[in-house]
C-alpha cells in the first residue's frame, strides 16, 4: 500500500456498539460518506434519536391535521395515506427486513377487510365489538401469513415471489366467486363473499360501545395504529430477530450456516407482515363502509412496492415518507388546475437545479424561441396561433399566449408527442454545449405537447409523468431515498 | 372420450401457449444475462400489435388490403418486430443500465415506471378504444385443415408453426452462434466474460432487441387469431408470459417454450372440462404445485451456490 | 461515471420540487377550504350566488386502465354536451374530470373530491354500480344530484340514495326481454348465459339464467374474466345443440370475438349481446343480437346533425353505446342547473330538486322523466339483429 495516501477506512462500530456492515456495502456507501451536507448531517441526527422522540415528531403534528384541514376531500386522503403507510411498513417487514419478495401482499390486505366484515356487519348478522374483532382479525391474518410462508421453505428468490403471486391471483378469484360456493350435505350454496357486488353494509368500528363515526377518528385511528406498529416493529427490528433477519437477507447461506433458524424466521416475517396488513384491513373496511374485490389487486400491490422501494428497502421511516410522498403527489394531481402547477413547478425547479448559473440562459432562450415561432406563424399559418383554450388556470392561460396553439391538432399531436419522447432520449446521449443548445427547442417542445396534447387529459398524462419520475428517480437514487446503497456481486 | 372436444381444446391451448411461449422467452433471455426481471416486457408486447395494426392500416386495412394477404401478415410481422426491438433496447439503455449495479428490487420499479408511461402512452395516442385487425376479413374463417372433425382455422396454424420456428431459431442462435456462445458465457458469469474479451454491453443489447423482438411478434400473432388490441392488454400477457418463464425454470429457453405450452394447455383444459368460472383458480393452484414439487422450475437447474 | 452527478442533481431538483408542490397546494388547500361552518346566511347568499356564475359539472369514469373505453367515451359526449349546451344557451358550464379506475375506494375518494369542490352542482356517473355503492352516499350527504349514464343495478334506486338518478333503464326489463325474443323469436331451446365476472354481468347473468330456467329452457352459465381475449375455449364449451349465447359483457370487442370463435368452430350458436355490447363500430358479426335501451342513433334521422356535430368536435371517434346517455345526463343537470339559477343563485339541493322534475327530450327518442327513486319512467328495451354488421331493430 502507497503511503501518504489518504485512505478512507470503515469506521469501528458505533456509538450503541452496533458492528458496521461488510466491505462491499462500505464500498457502496463511499460516495454518500464524501458528503457532509445538510442532507447527511439531518440524517445522522435523526438516527441518533430515541424511538419515542422520532414517533412525536413524526405523528404529532399529523394528529392536529383534521384541525386545521376541513374539506372532507382531503381528511380521506390523509386517512387512505396513513393506511397506506402502514401496509408499506408491513410490507417493508418481509421486503425489506428479510430480504424476501413477498409479492402476494395486498391478499393479507383484502383478507384483513372481508374478515372484519365477516365479524361486523350484515352479512352473517355478526356484529363484534371492534375491540374482539381486531384481534381477531390480526391473529387469523397472522396465521394466513404463516400458511403463505410455508412454500419458503423450498423456494428462493424470484419463484417464491411468483408463488406468491399465484396466492393474490388465487384470492382474487375466490373474492370474485365466492358468491356460489356448494357445500356437500348440504342444500344450496353459501354466499362467502358476495362476488364482484361485495359488500356494502359493513359496521362502523366501536371500541367499547364508543363508535368512531366521522373522518376524523378513523385518522386518528390509523395514526395510532401507525405509532403502534411502527413502534413495534422498530424494536423488533433492533432486536436479535431483526439482526437475524439482516442476516438472512444479505447471504442466506452463511445465516444457516450460523445456526440461525432460517425457515422461522422466514415464516416469522411473513406473519408480522400478514399481521399487519390484517389490521390496516379491517381499519379501511370500516372507513369506507363496504368492501369490493376490485380494491385488492396487483395494482395496489404495484403502489405499495413502489412506496417501499422509492423510500428504500429497508428503513421504516424512508417506507413510510415514500409512501406519505407519493400517495399525495398522486391526489394532488388528481385535481387538473395541480397538473399544470406541478408541470412548470417540476420543469422550472429540474432547469435551474441541473443548469444553475446557466438556467437563465436557457429560459432566456426558450422564452425568445417561442417569440420568435409565434410571430413567424401569425405570418405564415395563422390557423397555428388561435386554438381555444386548453388549460383551466391563469398558468395555462399564460402560458397559451406564448406557445404555439394551432386549431386543429389532429395529425401534429401525435406527431409532436412521438418527437418530444426521440428529443428527450437523444439529448441525454449529447454532451456539453451541443446539449445545451439543443435542449431550448426540447424544452420548448416539451411545453407545446403539454398545452396541446397532455393538459386535456390530466387523468392520463398524471400517470405518464408518474412513470416518467419513477424511471429517472430510481436512475439517479436505486437505493431510494432513505435506503443505504448496496452493491451486490450478480 | 369425445375427440373433437379435446381437439378442439388442444388446438386453443397451443395457440395461445405458443403466444405466451414467446413473451416468456424474452422475460427468460433478459434473466439469465442480467438476472433481471424485465417487467415492461408486457408492454413491449402491447407495442407490438399496436405497430402491427399501424402497418395494417398504413397498407389498406383489412378491407381493401394493398399488397397481397401473406405479403401483409410478413410485413407487420417485421415490422412489429422491429419495432419491438427497438424499444427494448431503448428500455434498456435508459432505464435499465443505469441500474446495472443496484439491489435487484430497484429495476423492479424503473421498469413499472416504463410500464405507465408506455400503456398510457399509447392510451393518449390511440384512444381507449379496442383497435380490431379484423382477420375475419383479411382470412376466410374457414380456411384451415381438418383435424378429426375440428376445423383449425389457417391462422391458428400459422401462429404456432411461426412461433415454434422462432423458438427453434432462438434455440439454434443461442446453441451454435458466436453470438450464443457469448449469451451463455455472459449469463453464466459476465466479470469473466468482460475479462475474456466479450463486450457485454452490447451482447446485453443484442439480447434485449432479440427478446422485445420475439415478444413483438407475439402482439402481431395474437392480433391476428383474436382480433382485437387495447392498450391494457400487454398486463395480462405480460403476466401469463413471467409465469411462464418461471414454471419453465427461468433462465432456460427450452423452459420457457415449455412453461408457455404448458400454461396454455391447463388453460384450455381446466375451462373446457372442469368450469370456466374457476378456470383461474385451478390453473393457479396447479401451478403452485409445480413449483413446490420442482422448486427451481420444470427445466430449472437446480443451481449450485458457491460459498 | 459522467452521468452520475447530472442525474444525482436531477433528483435532488425533482425531490425539492415535490417537496415544494405538495407544499404549494398544500398552501392552496387550506386556503380553499377554510372554517366549513357557515357565518351568516350573507355567505351562503354569496355562495349561491358564486355557483351561478361559475358552476361546473364532474365526470366521474374509468379514465384509465382497463375500463377506460368506457369512460374515456363517456367523457368525450360529456365534454361535447357541454360545449353544445354552452354555445346555444350561452352559458359558462366547465367540466371536471374525476378517475375512478374501476376501483370502488378510488370512486369513494373522487366523490369526496367532487364533494369538497364548491363549484360542481351535478356530477355525471358514478358509470359502475360499484362506484355508486361507494359514492353515491356521500353525494346524497351533501345533495348532490348524480345522474349515471351506465350504472345498471336494480338495487341502485331502491331509495337508498336519494339523489341518485339514471337515464337508462335498470336491468330487470333488460333479462326478460332478451328471454322472451329468444324463445319466442329464435325458438331457443337450449342457451349459454356467459358473464364477465364483474358487478353489471354478474347480476345481469342471474336474472337471464332464472328467466331462461322460467320458460323452460336448459341453460347453462359460464363466465369469462373480463379481461380475456381468448373464447376459444368457451366457444369450445357451447354444446352443439345450443341456439343463442347471450353475453353479458361491457365490452363490444369481446361479443365480437366470442362471436368470431363460434363461426370458426362451426357451432350453431349466435351471440346475444347485452346492452353493453351495443356498438355498429365494434360488434359486427355476420348473424347476431344485441339488446339496447335505445334504438341506434347513427340511424335516426332527428339525432343525424348531433351525430355529425359530434364526429367533428372528437375527430371521428368511434363510439357505441355508452357516450349518448353521457351527452344526456350532462344536458339533464345543465338544464337543471340553469333552471335553478334563473333567479340568479342556487344551492346544491335547488339543482337537485330540478332534476327531479326534468323533461326532456332525449336524443335516444323519447322523453326523460325521473319516478320518485330516479329510474326512467318509460324504459323500454329494444332487440337488434345484426347482419354482417348492420344493425336491424326487430323488438
Redesign the interface.
Known sequence: MADGDPVDLPAPPDAQNRPRIGVDEWVGQVEDRREHGPRVRLVNAWNELHLAAKLAIFVGPAAFLPF???????M??AV?TALYAVLAVGLNVAVGFAGLLDLGYVAFFGFGAYAYTWLASEHFDLHWDATYAIPTVVVASAALGFIVGLPSRRLVGDYLAIVTLFFLFIFNTLL??A?RINIPFKEGSINFTR????I?TVDPMSFFGLELRTLDHYFWLSLVTFAVVVGALYLLNESRTGRAWRALREDPLAAELMSMPVNRLKLLAFSIGAAAAGLTGSI?AAQ???V?P??FDL?LLISLYAFVILGGAGSILGVAIGAV?IN??L??L???E?AS??FY??LL??I???LRRRAAAVLAGIVVLGFLLRLAAEGVKPSWTTGEDRG?TWVDRLVEDWVLLPTDI?RIDDVAYIGLIAAVLALLQLRGFVRLAALVPVLYLAVFVWQNVLVI????A??IMLGA?LV??M???PQG?FGTPRVEIV | MDWT?FI??T??GL??GSVYALIALGYSMVYGILKLLNFAHGEVFMVGAFIGWGVLNLLGGAVDPRVPVWLLITLMTAAAMLGAGLLGVVIERFAYR?LRNAPRIAPLISALGVSFFLQ?SV?ILY????K?YDT?TLVD??SGIQLGG??V?IIRIVVFVSAIAMMLGLFALVRYSRLGKAMRATSFDREAASMMGIDVDKVIVKTFFIGSALAGAAGVL?GL????I????G??YGLKGFTAAVIGGIGSIPGAMFGGLFIGLA??YS??YIS??F??LIVFSLLVVVLLVRPSGLFGRATIQKV | MQ?KP?????????????????A??AGA??K?????SPSASSAELARAQANCRSAEIGVAAP????A??L???QLSWAQFAVRQFNQSRRTNF?L????T?????LA???A??F???RNIMGVVGPST??AV??GA??FEAASLAAVSPSAT?IDLTNGQFRTFFRVVPNDSGQARSIVAYSVDTIKATRAVVVDS???YS??LAAGLQSAFRARNVQVD?????N?T??????A??VSADAQVVVFATQ????A??LS?QL????KRAVVFGTDGAFSP??FKPRNGFVSGFAPDIKASRTARSLVAAYNRFS?N??FGTFGPPAYMSATVLMTAINAACRDGRATRAEVTRFVRITRLASILGGTIRFTARGDLTDPDWFVFKVTNGTYETVG
Open positions: 386545521v384541514v376541513s374539506s372532507d376531500y382531503w380521506q386522503v387512505i370474485l366467486n358468491d362476488g364482484p357486488n361485495g356494502s379501511f369506507n363502509g363496504s369490493f376490485v380494491d395494482t410522498t399525495v403527489a391526489e394532488l388528481r385535481t387538473p395541480n402547477f406541478v413547478f417540476l425547479v429540474a435551474v437545479a441541473i383551466l389532429a387529459q390530466p387523468s392520463v398524471r400517470y419520475m429517472a428517480l436512475a439517479a437514487r431515498l | 372436444t378442439q381444446l388446438v386453443n395457440t395461445l443505469p398510457n392510451l384512444g381507449a378504444n379496442f380490431t375475419f374463417p374457414f375440428v376445423n382455422w395474437v387469431v383474436f382480433g382485437q387495447n392498450h391494457f392488454m398486463f395480462n388453460e384450455a375451462a373446457g370456466s368460472v378456470q383461474d | 452521468e447530472g442525474l444525482k442533481k436531477l433528483a435532488a431538483g425533482v425531490a425539492v420540487a415535490l417537496v415544494g408542490a405538495l404549494l397546494t388547500v387550506a380553499v377550504s377554510g372554517p366549513a379514465l384509465t386502465g382497463p377506460a373505453f369512460g374515456q367515451e366547465r371536471v374530470q374525476g378517475d379506475q374501476l376501483s370502488a375506494s369513494r375518494t373522487v369526496r373530491q364533494v369538497g369542490r354500480s360499484q355503492i361507494s352516499g356521500l343495478r365476472q364483474d358487478d354478474t347480476a352459465r359460464e363466465s369469462v374474466s379481461t381475449t381468448d373464447f376459444s375455449t368457451i369450445t364449451r365490452t363490444p370487442a369481446a365480437q370475438a368470431d363461426l370458426s368452430q362451426g363500430d365494434e375527430r371517434r368511434t
